[in-house]
């Protein structure tokens, strides 16, 4: 199983990304995905899920009503799009995925090697 994310890069306050993360080995309609992030000398953070159907969303109060996570199950990918970014997004951004969408937040199964994002003021 691979889970490859891209997209990540720097760029200025205010501005946006979208990041993708395309994955290989599993059957990915039948997983709920999700995105992590990590800051230096910060614990890991949860920043968004997605439903194996793409139905179901929930995102970390930082980030509501600025990013959005959606998913194409015919291209195995997952995308997490960036608005408004904020020096404080500033950090490596993990996507991961998980046959049920409680463990995309407890416990991912499968995790990708991350896309750093650096948010300049």
């Known amino acids: 199983v691979q889970l490859q994310a891209s997209g990540g890069g720097l760029v200025q306050a205010g501005g946006s990304l979208r990041l993708s993360c395309a994955a290989s080995g599993l059957a990915f309609n039948n997983y709920a995905s999700g995105w992590y992030r990590q800051a230096p000398g910060k614990e890991r953070e949860l920043v968004a899920t997605?439903?194996?159907?793409?139905?179901?969303?929930n995102y970390a109060d930082s980030v509501k009503g600025r990013f959005t996570i959606s998913r194409d199950n015919a291209k195995n990918t997952v995308y997490l799009r960036m608005n408004s970014l904020k020096p404080e997004d500033t950090a490596v951004y993990f996507c991961?995925?998980?046959?049920?969408?409680?463990?995309?937040?407890?416990?991912?199964?499968?995790w990708g090697q991350g896309t750093l994002v650096t948010v300049s003021s």
């Open positions: 997605i439903s194996s159907g793409g139905y179901w969303s």
């Open positions: 991961v995925a998980h046959v049920a969408m409680a463990g995309v937040s407890t416990n991912p199964a499968y």
